[in-house]
C-alpha cells in the first residue's frame, strides 16, 4: 500500500471518529432532554399560542403526530445546543492542514458561528415570530377560526429557523471570502446595491408572503453584510503586511558579491 493511500485511509478514519464524537453528544443531549419533550414543544409554540383565539388549540392530524413532532422538536434543540461542539470537531479535522495564522482565524470564526446562528434563531423566536402571526391573525377574516397542524407549524418553524440562522452568518462569509482573497473590501463596498436587491429576493422566497417577515430576513441581512465589510476591513489594517516577510532568503547576486569581498580580504591579507 503507498503512501498517499495510507494518508487517506488515516484521514478517512479520523473523519469517521470526528463525526462518531460529534453525533455522540448530540444523542446524548437528546436523551437527557427527552423526558420534557412535551414541555420544549409548548414553548416553540407559545408564540402562535398568544395570537390564537381564546380557547383555540393546535390540532394533530395523523395518528402518532403528537408524538413525533417534540421529539423532532427536541432533537432540534439538541443539535442546537451540541452545535458549538459539533462545530469544533470539524475545526479540529480540518486544522492540521492549516498554517498557524489560518489556525487563529479558524477557531474564533468556529465560535462566531455557532454564536450567530444561535442569535439568528432567537431574533427569529423573540421578535420574527411573534410580529408575524400577529399580522396573520389580523388578516384573517372573522369567519375563520385557526387550528393550525402542529406538523406544518414546525415545518414553517424550521425553515425559519434555518433562513434566519444561515443570514446571521452574513458577517463569516464575508470575511472568509476576504482573507482567502477572493475580493477585497473595495469589491464588497461597491457590490453593496447588488446585495441588497439579493437580500429582498432570498426573503421573498425563503419567507412567507408577506411583508414583514420579509423586511425582518432582509434587513438584518443588510445590516450584517455592512458589519461583515467593517470586519474584514479591520482585520485587513491590523493584519501584517504580506510585503514584509520574517525573514528574506539572499538572492544569487547578494551570494556572489559576498563571495568577491571575502576573496578579496583573503587577497588583501596575503600581500
Known amino acids: ?21 460529534a453525533l455522540l453528544v448530540v444523542v446524548v443531549v437528546f ?21 390564537l383565539p381564546a380557547g383555540t388549540q393546535m390540532i394533530a392530524t395523523g395518528v402518532v403526530t403528537p ?5 423532532k422538536v427536541t432533537m432540534m434543540v439538541a443539535f442546537v445546543l451540541s452545535l458549538p461542539w459539533v462545530l469544533y470537531q470539524v475545526w479540529a479535522f480540518i486544522a492540521p492542514g492549516l498554517y498557524s495564522h489560518e489556525k ?4 474564533p470564526l468556529v465560535a462566531g ?7 439568528g434563531m432567537a431574533f427569529c423566536y423573540f421578535f420574527v415570530f411573534g410580529m408575524v402571526f400577529k399580522f396573520i391573525a389580523e388578516f384573517a377574516p372573522k369567519s375563520i377560526t385557526p387550528a393550525p397542524d402542529i406538523e406544518q407549524y414546525l415545518s414553517f418553524v424550521m425553515s425559519m429557523f434555518l433562513a434566519f ?15 482567502a482573497g477572493i475580493v477585497d473590501v473595495a469589491k464588497l463596498r461597491a457590490a453593496r446595491p447588488y446585495v441588497i436587491v439579493g437580500a429582498f429576493v432570498i426573503a421573498a422566497i425563503v419567507t412567507p408572503p408577506d411583508v414583514i417577515s420579509q423586511l425582518m430576513l432582509a434587513v ?24 514584509e516577510p520574517a525573514y528574506a ?23
Open 165 to 179: 440562522g444561515i443570514t446571521f452568518e452574513v458577517p463569516v462569509a464575508v470575511i472568509l471570502l476576504t482573507k
Open 104 to 107: 487563529r482565524l479558524a477557531l
Open 220 to 243: 438584518p441581512m443588510c445590516l450584517l453584510y455592512e458589519l461583515g465589510i467593517v470586519l474584514a476591513n479591520w482585520m485587513t489594517k491590523t493584519a501584517p503586511s504580506a510585503a
Open 249 to 271: 532568503a539572499p538572492s544569487i547576486e547578494d551570494m556572489d558579491s559576498e563571495l568577491d569581498r571575502i576573496e578579496a580580504g583573503e587577497g588583501g591579507d596575503k600581500r
Open 113 to 119: 458561528s455557532s454564536l450567530l446562528f444561535m442569535i
Open 31 to 51: 436523551v437527557c432532554l427527552m423526558p420534557w419533550a412535551g414541555d420544549i414543544y409548548d414553548i416553540l409554540a407559545k408564540p402562535m399560542m398568544d395570537t
Open 67 to 71: 408524538f413525533f413532532v417534540p421529539v
Open 1 to 21: 500500500m503507498s503512501t498517499q493511500q495510507e494518508t487517506f485511509i488515516s484521514h478517512l478514519i479520523e473523519l469517521r471518529d470526528r463525526l462518531i464524537r
